[in-house]
């Protein structure tokens, strides 16, 4: 069974930066796609970054592509969202999942029925 818990959200203001956390446990994942899904208040759940545990590939929506930064460090099992010039629009729960097969295309990494595992989220909140 793999738990993940996310960690590093908080209250910040419109430009500033945080950087979340999701660390992994309960299993090795050497053939793993790691995620982040946000979920504002009445909106859909939906996809921010995701990258792959081996190689390293990267994926991001385009909303965020150019200020957010997805990474991992596999020694410590933790994937990372360093987030940049934040605004009010990116307040929301930050979920991490993961996804525990290998699909033919990426476009599947895009979507969040395509995940297992979910961690229990980690409020960010962008004030004006």
């Known amino acids: 069974q793999v738990q993940l818990v996310e960690s590093g959200g908080g209250l910040v203001q419109a430009g500033g930066s945080l950087r979340l956390s999701c660390a992994v446990s309960?299993?090795?994942?050497?053939?793993?796609?790691m995620g982040w899904f946000r979920q504002a208040p009445g909106k859909e759940r939906e996809f921010v970054a995701a990258?792959?545990?081996?190689?390293?590939?990267?994926y991001y929506a385009d909303s965020v592509k150019g200020r957010f930064t997805v990474s991992k460090d596999n020694a410590k099992n933790t994937v990372y969202l360093q987030m940049n010039n934040l605004r009010p629009e990116d307040t929301a729960v930050y979920y991490c999942?993961?996804?525990?097969?290998?699909?033919?295309?990426?476009?599947?990494?895009?979507?969040?029925?395509?995940?297992?595992?979910w961690g229990q989220g980690t409020q960010v909140t962008v004030s004006s």
């Open positions: 999942a993961a996804v525990r097969r290998i699909y033919s295309s990426s476009i599947h990494y895009y979507q969040k029925g395509s995940y297992d595992y």
């Open positions: 309960g299993h090795t994942f050497g053939y793993y796609v």
């Open positions: 990258i792959r545990w081996s190689g390293g590939s990267t």
